[in-house]
């Protein structure tokens, strides 16, 4: 009995250290995302208004973020190690569960699927929330799977955490609150106990959310800049009034993100789709509460490819279900035990060099090489350009963009292209000693040229810059070669082409 006790404890235990060693070592070493620089500002001051960080705010995060970072001396590190702890949570939690529902071989199983999920091991070394997020969501699932089982005790718990979730990413709110409804229903639990898990979510939210409106100057600010976002991006592309290949397109996104997510893994379903027995109806219906909020809004509302972390929100119940397929396969394939693990250690290593080697945005590869042109740039850049008489003119771009300029260069004036359009009216973003101004138009008095930060190195970003040079006299550029970096360098008076008189705010 206490082998039985001790065996699933050691085997978390196992899993919880190699997530966490595979995360760590290979850790990013700079705010690798625009957001993530976004997040690492907000560390030092907090406001919405200026996207420090974008809004909705994420304001709990950045509250741990801070706690973090008092210990630790470095945002992007502090960020960091919160993503890798969170990983750790998730793959504890998925173990439990996938034991609780298709027991031990099943819950080994999924806890290595976490554990060489490439999207998931990417997002346990960079700056962003989606671990923390994933992590939550994990937790909330495993509690309202308790509490739909008759366990009143744990509604309370389950609120709490529900709310908490929320303050990390608010979105968190309208993907999983339809699980904990849910499983309030499911478990048949009386109106008081009821009552008392919604105060209990209300109380947390307000807990966070009243001293986030004061930090962000106000209700008319904070939901002023949250409107002028959604405005910007995800609002354009809505199933209401886009076209419907647009949705059709995010749903192949959507099963892209599945394979990059589980990589080898996700092929488990074809080899036991025969033999499979029908799922248990309160466990599929469980399912469907958990997954489908999140799923129906990334297809009908939004999603792009760059914010492929949206979904380990759903990493934990894909992990469990794929872990029970391999424990099926496992138990009842006729093929050899060696020949079974050559093919487990073979699918594991396809995972490994997805995240290692892929081209894609979210491999140690791609990060490393962002890492050194980033470093590259910022040791060249002063070396062709003073900051006492140069301001930065940088783009709004995800990698090597405006947010990188102005973190990693805090001596200059940082200047974003294009000029974004806010409810207040048109305004620049401009950065200087790590904090952001919105700006009504040019202040370049104290400057006589400004130098072009250099985007990735890809056609396309050399195409986009040659068009936005075009708008500028020729002859009034100049172009400076650098450690194999290329600066464009120009004088401001030519500026006020590249940004035009700012109109007033529309009413």
Known sequence: M????????FEIGLLAIAVAVTRFVFRSHYLYDLDSVNFGLAIGRFDPRVYQPHPPGYFLYICLGRVLNFLLHDANLALVVMSILASCGVVIVIYKMALDWFGRSAARFAGAIFLFSPLAWFHGTVALTYSVEAFFSALLGYLCWRISCGNKQLISLAAITLGVSAGVRPSSLLFLSPLFLFSLWKGRLKSRSVVVGLAALVLTLACWTIPMLWASGGIKVYFGALSSLWQLVPSKGMVFNSSPATSIARAFTIVFIFLLSFGAASLAPLAVMRRVEPADRGRLMFTVAWIAPALCFFTFIFLKFVNSGYLLLLSAPGCIYLGYCLAEWWAKSKWPEAAKLGLLAVGATINVLIFLGSPLYCSYRSVRHFETQLAGICQALPEVASASDTLILSFDSHYLGYRHAGYYLPGYLTLQ??????????????????DTRLLDGLQTAAYSKFVVFPL????????????????????????????????????????????????????
């Open 417 to 434: 292209y294009p000029e974004v359009k806010l409810r207040e009216g048109t305004r620049i973003f401009a950065m200087q000693d790590d």
């Open 2 to 9: 206490s082998d039985m006790i001790l065996r699933p404890k």
């Open 456 to 507: 990735a190195e890809n056609a396309e970003n050399k195409q986009y810059l040659q068009k936005v040079m075009s708008k500028l006299p020729s002859l009034g550029l100049t172009v400076v070669h650098r450690d194999g970096k290329e600066f464009v360098i120009g004088p401001v008076s030519e500026l006020p082409l590249l940004f035009p008189p700012t109109p007033p705010p529309a009413k």
